[in-house]
């Protein structure tokens, strides 16, 4: 009797089930219709998509994210849909898709949520994770600071440039050329934007730096594990790490704070810091640490350190370029004066050269944005992938920025790094975006790039050259490790060559 009982209970809670999950996806396909159609599927055997979260992991371990992104991005339409785990995500290097995401349905889409969870320890609520008025407000009081360049930007660069050049010199034999850039960029943007600069050049490790390696990695442990993430937070993961950091920034913010009172008529005349400026404005302490810990850590230093990275790689690997580079430097600047901001911008192999360099490896790879209501994108959907592209309320839309760019209309031999094509080429603005396009641009492109080509320029003036010790074969394809921003997988590692010493002694 007791097993009757049971057995019609199991069998009603069943039915129930599958009544319930036929109506739920007969409902979920009412939705897509509704907006539009799915583009292909990126195939998947197991029940919810588990083969292909394991695939995916893999290649992602592996660092062979450019290599995956073509093979599922090579379909008409150039959009799938990956079904992982029921969450649906599209991929597109559509440009119609990226114009409509970045700017002309800007306001359809926000921030990818799992970002700003997995960030919000560090970042709060900074620029990046903001929306609406609090992303305005933040927008307004930065923008002034970092857009534009003042003079005094280039001296506090060269001081830190000679430290670093006396880096190099402790290190014949070869230097890690990202992790040299990389403490570079940290101690002009921390001099720069807070008036006091870490000076990780000088100590063997910088105990800050270490700490927000560690919390952006586990930042991005978080990302990856989904939803357990929450389980995972930084006090129990990086309790040390955490308290550096906020003992670090505490002591920037209240300095700041107690500088305001003592003279609150102070004029935030452009000559005030970022962190100064904000405390002058009468923002509160909470608030001024997160947007400084978000454009200091987060938005300035990776992206610039990554990009002369690459460029320092590709100038080893092409010497003949760098060759010409070097004579355009001595010819309109000389090899022992100081470049102006003027004379860079006068340098066209230069322009070209960073130009080719983020578009090949913009550090920013894979953008990704939440829709949120249900919606169309413009292209990609149905067999023939030309129809809209359904997207529905809160699923994610990933930009895949480096295939826009290594196959943008009129490229040829897009996987290789050749400056000179910028001669007779012009991109589209949504196939050559690294510093993204619409409302959510990058704010500190200018001095991005500045500190780009100054310290290119010194590197030239001051070595005879640079050689990339793994460069057996200059023809390999580099592999990127994806994080916040996409980086070299592997050390690059160079000699700089004094001024004066053979090349035969490279
Ligand atoms: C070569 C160097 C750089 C590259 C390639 C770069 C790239 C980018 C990209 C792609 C975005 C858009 C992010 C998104 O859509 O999610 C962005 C945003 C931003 N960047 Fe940069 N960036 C660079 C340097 C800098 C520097 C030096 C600063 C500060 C001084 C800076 C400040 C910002 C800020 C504040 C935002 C947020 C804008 C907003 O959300 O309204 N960037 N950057």
Known sequence: MGVTLWASVLCCCTILWITLAVSGKKQYQARIRACGHPPRP??????????????????????????????????????VELNLLSRRIIVTDNPENIKAVMLSQFGEFKRDHAVHNAFHNIFGDSIFTSEGESWIRAKNDIRPQIAHIRPADLTTTEFHIQKMFDLIRTKPDGINVYEAMDRLQLDIVTDVFLGRSINSLTMKRSPIQDAIDRLVEMSMLRIRVGPMGQFLPDWLLAPRELKVLDRFMDGVV???????????????????????????????????????????FLASKDPTAITIAWAVLELARNPDIMASLRKEVEENIGLDRLPTGDQLKRLPLLRNVIRETMRL????????????????????????????????????????????????????????????????????????????????????????????EYTLVRLLQEFEGFAWLDGGDRERKMKFK??????????????FVERGMSRDGV
């Not at 959510?440 to 790039?449: D, E, V």
Request: hydrophobic fraction near 40%.
């Open 361 to 452: 490896y913009p550090p920013l790879g894979l953008n990704v944005r939440q829709a949120r209501h249900d919606l169309s994108l413009p292209s990609g959907g149905g067999p023939n992938g030309k129809l809209p592209v359904a997207v529905l309320q809160g699923q994610q839309v990933a930009i895949a920025v480096t295939h826009a760019q290594r196959r943008a209309e009129g490229l040829i031999d897009g996987e290789t790094w050749i400056p000179s094509r910028w001669e007779g080429w012009t991109p589209k603005s949504t196939e050559y975006l690294p510093f993204n396009i619409g409302p959510r641009i990058c704010l500190g492109r200018n001095f991005g790039i500045l500190q780009v």
């Open 254 to 296: 209240d300095k700041a704070l107690a500088q305001t009172k003592e003279k609150p008529d102070a004029e935030a005349d452009g000559n005030l810091n970022l962190v100064l400026e904000m405390a002058q404005k009468g923002r509160g302490r909470k608030y001024i640490r997160e947007q400084i810990t978000g454009v200091v």
């Open 42 to 79: 990126v195939p998947y055997h197991l029940p919810f998509g588990l083969d292909l979260v394991c695939h995916l992991v893999w290649r992602l371990w592996q660092h062979d994210f450019v290599n995956y992104g073509w093979e599922i991005l090579d379909v008409p339409g150039r959009t």
């Open 482 to 495: 994806v994080e916040l921003n996409a980086k070299a997988a592997e050390a690059i590692v160079c000699r």
